[in-house]
């Protein structure tokens, strides 16, 4: 069999094949799970996320443990605001929102325009490569934690604390 990491969904269909007699175990799980991450494949997840910065608003309270918060918590959104004229913008919870979508769709989303602060022109630029073994690692840390608040509009005043950003320079 090769050596697979896989989230627990698949580790239930895996062993539902397996109990069943599938020959082709490996090849099984990765046909209906559409997720597997290898080893290799969550190193270099887990290297992206920490080096280009997605902790430092998408895991709470992140920047002021100086990156020390556990691994757990990585990416599970925060209820800091960011307000500006866009709006009040939250940083999602990741974790929950790559449950619902495959690698395929994963590649479309992450290459989309989000309001700011989100550096998405940044996210765009990454190679496939690199998008997928984020992709591969934040699912194989699993589902965790609550939706980030929802969106304020500009003429709303956020319940909870935000950080508030002058009008850009023209
Ligand atoms: C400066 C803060 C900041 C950083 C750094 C940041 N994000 Fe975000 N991100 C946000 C905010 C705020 C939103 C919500 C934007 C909106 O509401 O349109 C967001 C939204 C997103 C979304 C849309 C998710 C959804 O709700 O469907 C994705 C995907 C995403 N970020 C991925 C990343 C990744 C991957 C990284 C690391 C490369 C990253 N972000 C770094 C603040 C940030």
């Known amino acids: 069999m090769k050596r697979l990491i896989t989230v627990t969904a698949s580790r239930k269909i895996a062993i ?5 007699g599938g020959m082709s175990f490996g090849t099984a799980v990765a046909q209906q799970a559409d997720v597997k991450a ?3 494949d969550i190193q270099r997840g887990r290297y992206l996320v920490r080096i280009t910065g997605c902790n430092d608003c998408h895991t709470p309270g992140y920047p002021e443990s100086n990156g020390k918060t556990d691994e757990k918590l990585w990416l599970t959104g ?3 605001g960011w307000r500006g004229p866009w709006g009040t913008t939250y ?3 990741l974790r929950l929102v790559l449950q619902n979508l495959s690698e395929a769709q994963w ?3 992450a290459r989309n325009e989000w309001r700011p602060p989100m550096p998405w022109f940044n996210l765009r630029e990454m190679s496939d490569a690199d998008l997928k073994a984020m992709y591969r690692y934040i699912r194989h840390l699993g589902a ?3 939706p980030a608040p929802a969106y304020v509009p500009p003429d709303k005043t956020p319940k909870q604390p935000y950080v508030q950003f002058p009008a850009p320079p023209k």
């Open 16 to 20: 539902a094949v397996f109990v069943a």
């Open 38 to 40: 290898s080893s290799a």
């Open 78 to 80: 925060s209820p800091l």
């Open 107 to 109: 590649l479309k989303h």
């Open 91 to 93: 940083a999602s919870n």
């Open 144 to 146: 965790a934690g609550e």
